[in-house]
């Protein structure tokens, strides 16, 4: 009669490679949470109401170097300003996001308040010497501002990408897109979109201009799964829903 000499004192092959599935994803776990924590002690976001109609502006500072960079600033430079320098931060650009007037209100205030010539999209920063366009970056301590022309809204209308931030100024809106006309504008509102803005990653987080949405930011990923304009399959409808909106609106109750 066979006899039992030996037992394992370790678990069978399906408790062993249990225990190591569980390894494996605490091990992913610990991963991602050590990517997140690293990125946000790279880079700080603040984002102020700052009045007018829902108007957004924005303090990105590179943490380690204190670099800051403003967006917008519009009816607050004072008060943006005065949270840099509470924080030590230094501001080394501020861009404005397009030229209308409840983007720029702030710019020769702040140009007086700080050094740092407001940029628009065309302009070349005086320190670095790199011309706002689509493509062009610029250094902010160990993060990198990149600029992406976004027509449409406004000619001059531009973007800035920031780690996976992105400062979408009145080209996307949480919910909503940038008023055109209902012609080349509204043509190249749809292209800058979908060839520039909706490529970038799911989790890009979006930060808009104006406080229209259900929510004061949101990401790529969400906005391209649900922003009515975003789903619309193509530029005709995208079209039909700019001449519809507020029925539209009114039909699926959006304040
Ligand atoms: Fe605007």
């Known amino acids: 009669m066979a006899q039992l000499l030996w037992q394992p004192a370790f ?27 690293r990125r946000r002690r790279k880079m700080f976001i ?43 931060y230094q501001i080394v650009y501020v861009f404005v996001t397009h030229d209308h007037f409840d983007h720029t209100n702030g710019n020769a205030t702040i140009e007086r308040l700080t050094g740092a010539r407001p940029l628009l999209y065309g302009d070349t920063d005086p320190k ?58 509204a043509r190249a509102e749809y292209d800058s979109l979908r060839e520039k803005l909706l490529p970038l990653p799911d989790e890009t987080r979006v930060f808009p201009g104006h406080d229209y949405g259900v929510a004061p930011e949101s990401t790529i990923g969400v906005e391209r799964r649900s922003n009515p304009f975003l789903i619309q399959p193509d530029f005709e409808a995208f079209l039909d829903l700019k001449r519809n909106w507020l029925a539209y609106k009114e039909e699926h109750g959006i304040a």
């Open 11 to 37: 678990p069978t092959n399906r408790g062993v490679f249990a225990v190591l599935l569980k390894g494996v994803g605490k091990l992913r776990l610990v991963v991602v949470w050590r990517e997140t924590w």
């Open 128 to 185: 670095t010497g790199v011309c706002v366009e689509d493509g062009s970056s610029f250094p902010l301590g160990k993060l990198e501002v990149k600029i992406i022309h976004t027509p449409g809204h406004t000619t001059d209308s531009i973007c800035l990408y920031v780690g996976n931030s992105l400062f979408t100024g009145d080209t996307l809106f949480v919910g909503k897109v940038g008023g055109t006309d209902l012609g080349a504008g």
């Open 46 to 88: 603040k984002q102020f109401r700052t009045g007018g109609d829902r108007n957004f502006g924005y303090l990105i500072a590179d943490a380690a170097s204190k670099k800051t960079l403003v967006i917008d600033p519009s009816f607050s430079p004072e008060r943006i300003v005065d949270f840099a320098c509470e924080k030590g």
